[in-house]
């Protein structure tokens, strides 16, 4: 065994060369996966469209506060946004608001609102 | 060469030949050119779409030629919470020849180290049925990222005024000058609670007054001599509030400040011209914001009708009041934004 | 040559086929686990043009008016607003810039709550024909507050209170 021919090594170091090439192409390939990926299903998973519609309704239910509030159907409204938003969305929502503060002379009602869908979470306080 | 070497050898290639064929199938997976392009018509879309662009006061479309570059982004939205409601100003801007050149399009639109090709298209669809196309970029080619956005363009109001016996002073003085006055109370047109979707403002949108029906206000004539037309600003928050003049360039014609046509035909403000039957003044946004007006402001465009030594022909006379009870606001109307970009 | 360095060659040639190969098997399974990019692109380009069509629709053209997507929901189904706003809702969504995009459908369902608690969707446009339930469809909604009562709509209270109600459209592409 002392005397072993070494002359076919160079076939186990091609081998190796191809093997490593490989690892590299494998790690380019990973990486240009996530750009297209990222991008649309980001913008598919992020429910900005969701969020905005929620906002602009529940602003709505306080333009007609006053109306609501006098019929003592505020609670009924509420509570139709946040089971709809929990069965037909999976969404947990809930948003309230509080004593009309002073902000730069107007009287604004601060809103705050809660979202979550399981993956996004979404708080706000909004002075309306 | 020996047997075991050929042996060997085979063994390698074969190997070698088979990872070779999976590579392919390793990529199958990535070979959609769109992906790129989508998701930066996507962003592009965004941008033009729901933001109002920046800065934002002043406007960045009341920039002209010279001052171009001072545009950081090009968003059409009339204000950052009103996505998908476009100015009709800031379209016209955008779409304008001539003014943005394909660079401008690619750093304060489309953004990003490449420079893509594009082709940005808008449909307005009129009351009337008819559609208005703007278009903007290259044709397109075959695989391109492509995203639609729909919107409403607000236009600006146009205050139209016929025959109105409260400005037609029939006791007036025949010696005196008659002046009508058309008012803006910017604290009135600016109320924080209208919605900016529907709200007068003579800083980003351009005033519009007609006089349709002049000859209504000409009881014994066929015309009379429109000697000037002035601005005037009060502060009413000052201790003795009161009308001052604004200096103003007004005996050069400049149609990117103002446009004044008396009978359809264009002058400058002190026209010192007889006129029969309509007049019409478009103050533009650059105009308004030479006037350094605040939301406390109120400003008076004031028509001056002068005949002396002859007695006065006309009997226009009064103040109008420019607000939301006189001025109907134009309806929104839908359109559609495209991008495409490869 | 008969000596044990006989086999040297067949044996490295092993060797490197088994490098190799393992290599490649390795790669493959890691990467193939992601699904393409660009599936999600239509979704995307269809979720986007919905929400924004609805909320064109649910947009007043006047301040203080009533928006389309309100009034067709009153009129509910007893005279065909949902088809109405399936329309009007397709239109929009096929208006671009030189011929229309004739192949998007669409399926309208309204949500609400009913007094004992449960919330009860119910169609509101008539059934598309065409539809399998197969398609690669996006659901966008749209809120809309609604008073009065609601003649057309099944299994709805016909108390008058003020309510809030979700509509739901289905969109796909034919």
């Known amino acids: 065994m002392a005397c072993m021919n070494e002359d076919g090594q160079w076939i186990v170091l091609m081998g190796l060369l191809t093997a490593l090439g490989l690892f590299f192409l494998a790690l380019i390939i990973n990486q240009s996966a996530l750009v297209g990926q990222t991008t649309a299903e980001g913008v598919l998973e992020f429910p900005k469209n969701d969020i905005r519609d929620l906002r602009s309704e529940i602003f709505d239910v306080y333009d007609s506060y006053g109306t609501l509030h006098a019929q003592g159907r505020l609670g009924d409204v509420e509570e139709d946004i946040i089971r709809i938003s929990l069965e037909r969305k999976n969404a947990v929502v809930h948003f309230g608001n509080d004593t009309p503060q002073d902000v730069s002379g107007r009287d604004l009602h601060p809103v705050t609102i809660h979202y979550n869908n399981g993956v996004t979470e979404y708080d706000e306080i909004v002075y309306y | ?342 | 040559m008969v000596n044990d360095s006989g086999q040297l060659y067949t044996m490295e040639g092993v060797a490197a086929g088994v490098i190799m190969l393992l290599t490649a098997y390795i790669v493959i399974s890691t990467t193939s686990i992601y699904t393409p990019g660009d599936t999600h692109i239509p979704d995307m380009q269809l979720e986007q043009l919905g929400s924004d069509v609805l909320a064109m629709m649910d947009t007043p053209d006047r301040e203080g008016g009533t928006s389309q997507l309100v009034g067709f929901v009153k009129n509910g189904t007893e005279t065909c607003g949902g088809n109405d706003l399936r329309n009007e809702f397709l239109t929009n969504c096929k208006m671009r810039a030189g011929d229309e995009d004739t192949k998007l459908r669409a399926q309208v369902y309204l949500s609400y709550r009913r007094t004992d608690g449960t919330v009860n969707t119910t169609p509101l446009s008539l059934p598309d024909p065409e539809f399998t339930g197969r398609e690669n469809a996006v659901r966008v909604t749209r809120w809309v507050q609604l008073d009065g009562i609601l003649p057309g709509i099944p299994d709805i209270e016909h108390s008058s209170r003020p309510r809030a109600v979700l509509v739901e459209v289905l969109l796909w592409r034919a």
């Not at chain 2, 990529?27 to 790129?36: H, K, R, T, V």
């Not at chain 2, 910017?186 to 709200?199: C, Q, S, V």
């Open chain 2, 1 to 342: 060469m020996s047997l075991d070497f050929l042996a060997g050898f085979t063994i390698f290639m074969l190997a070698l030949i088979m990872v070779v064929s999976m590579v392919p199938g390793l990529l199958a997976g990535l070979e959609s050119s769109g992906i790129d392009y989508d998701a930066v018509a996507y962003r592009t879309g965004v941008i033009l779409v729901e933001d109002p662009g920046w800065p934002v006061y002043p406007p960045w479309e009341m920039n002209d030629l010279a001052h171009k570059g001072e545009i950081e982004r090009i968003g059409l939205a009339v204000s950052k919470e009103t996505p998908n409601i476009l100015l009709s100003t800031k379209v016209k801007k955008f779409f304008e020849e001539g003014f943005f050149d394909q660079s401008d399009y690619r750093n304060k639109a489309i953004f990003g180290d490449i420079p893509y090709s594009y082709n940005i298209s808008l449909n307005i669809s009129h009351p009337d049925g008819s559609y208005e196309l703007k278009r903007t970029g290259d044709p397109l080619p075959p695989g391109y990222g492509y995203i639609r956005r729909v919107v409403k363009i607000k236009e600006p109001a146009v205050a139209v005024i016929g025959s109105d016996s409260r400005y037609n002073d029939t006791t007036l003085n025949s010696s005196i000058l008659r002046t009508f006055t058309v008012q803006l109370n910017f604290n009135e047109l600016l109320d924080p609670e209208r919605g900016p979707a529907y709200r007068i403002d003579p800083r980003t949108e351009p005033v519009n007054v007609t006089i349709t029906d002049f000859g209504a206000y000409l009881p014994a004539n066929d015309e009379a001599t429109l000697q000037s037309v002035t601005f005037w600003k009060m502060d009413p928050t000052r201790p003795i509030p009161q009308f001052t003049r604004i200096p103003f360039s007004y005996d050069t014609e400049d149609s990117d400040l103002y446009i004044l046509l008396l009978d359809e035909e264009s002058c400058n403000l002190k026209p010192e011209k007889e006129v029969a039957n309509t007049i019409s003044l478009v103050l533009k946004p650059a105009a308004t914001s030479l006037f350094t007006l605040d939301q406390n402001s109120i400003l008076d465009i004031r028509f001056v009708f002068d005949d002396s030594p002859d007695p006065q022909r006309t009997t226009l006379n009064g103040t109008y009041l420019y607000d939301y009870d006189n001025v109907p606001l134009s309806p929104l109307k839908p359109g559609v934004l495209e991008v495409a970009i490869w």
